[in-house]
């Protein structure tokens, strides 16, 4: 009971939050509502998306605010005001976030400098880019074709949901699923474990920065769809809303793991409850305290977890030990001075065979 209430909580949580709203406001039970809830959020999926897989690689990157803003600057200005064909210009977004993405990885990996200095520098850096190309004002003229493909009406949501989503089943099912996922996420629990291991936790690192950037520059090319337009601080506003639900998503699905459908609920559940305080005429700073709070309140259950887990470890393999020795025999643990019975090396090695069976 205990366990499935660890993991499925925040769906309890995000129902009864619904179930609250239903009651409280009639505006609510509009079937537009929901509509406007799933559908306005492809966006956020996205760049949350792209936060999970960098965090998964154990490094952070505050830079996919910013990317998401130049992409989409980018794209309007290339497309609407340079004249450029639209496919050409959506490669050369793509290859914006590649380009940014690759910097990141450079800096961090052979410099040695913190992926979260490196990135809010980055950060820093490419938001004055993307003000110099556009200025402050929001441009738009963007091809029609964009806009009517992403902004298209699926069973009463927009495509780019199902953008949102196909995404989401990709990188699970790279995580879950293939050998390399496994690998990103047992290196992204220890570098050094891992490369005891026998694995390259540089790689993985590197191609998780890469990654998220290539998915933030999506994210750019699909809030232009939506929209028809960009403004040289349009992604700054994901940042915060997609750390929060990517560390309130750990605490659901897989507790204690960042993971991919454990942070579409937590998007849903948090703009839910925004959704609800401003139809009840909660405005203006609603979203800053809900989801600043959010993520705070994420974070330490995720610290919580992780200690309970690791406790609960420790005694299951002291436990273990000491079922396996004959009656009257000194557990090795417990005699002073006792030797390991197996050097960092082999404990790595077992290690990262269990994460990849």
Do not use: C
Not at 1 to 25: P, T
Not at 254 to 274: C, D, H, M, R, S
């Amino acid at each position: 009971m205990s366990e499935a209430v660890e993991r499925y909580g925040l769906l309890g949580a995000w129902a009864l939050v619904a179930l609250g709203f239903v009651i409280a406001e009639p505006a609510f039970r509009d079937i537009a509502t929901a509509q406007i809830i799933f559908g306005s959020q492809s966006t956020l999926l996205i760049v949350a998306l792209a936060v999970v897989v960098v965090l998964l690689a154990g490094e952070f990157d505050m830079s996919v605010g910013a990317v998401v803003s130049v992409s989409a600057t980018l794209l309007v200005y290339l497309n609407a005001e340079q004249g450029w064909p639209l496919l050409l210009a959506l490669v050369a977004v793509l290859a914006i976030g590649l380009l940014v993405g690759s910097a990141n990885a450079l800096i961090t990996l052979r410099f040695g400098v913190p992926s979260i200095v490196v990135t809010l520098g980055m950060a820093t850096l490419i938001a004055g880019i993307s003000a110099g190309i556009a200025g402050t004002a929001p441009r738009g003229g963007v091809s029609q074709p964009l806009i009517d493909t992403v902004s298209a009406q699926l069973f009463g949501l927009p495509v780019a949901f199902y953008i949102a989503v196909a995404v989401g089943f990709a990188l699970w099912f790279f995580v879950e699923q293939t050998p390399r996922g496994r690998h990103l996420v047992f290196a992204g629990r220890g570098h050094e474990v891992a490369r005891l291991a026998g694995l390259r936790p540089d790689r993985y690192r590197a191609g998780a920065l890469i990654a998220g950037s290539l998915l933030a520059s999506l994210a750019g090319i699909v809030l232009v769809g939506l929209t028809g337009a960009s403004a040289s601080d349009a992604g700054n506003s994901f940042l915060l809303p997609a750390f929060a639900a990517a560390f309130l998503g750990s605490t659901t699905i897989k507790p204690g793991q960042f993971n991919v459908w454990g942070t579409f609920v937590a998007v849903y559940f948090l703009v839910t409850g925004v959704t609800g305080l401003q139809l009840l005429g909660y405005t203006g700073w609603v979203e800053q305290v809900f989801y600043g709070g959010s993520l705070l309140v994420a974070v330490i259950v995720t610290r919580v977890v992780a200690r309970q887990r690791t406790r609960a470890a420790a005694a299951a393999a002291e436990a273990a030990a000491l079922a396996e020795s004959p009656p009257g025999t000194a557990h090795p643990a417990a005699a002073p001075g006792a030797a390991a019975e197996a050097t960092p090396a082999q404990a790595a090695a077992s290690a990262a065979k269990e994460a990849t069976a």
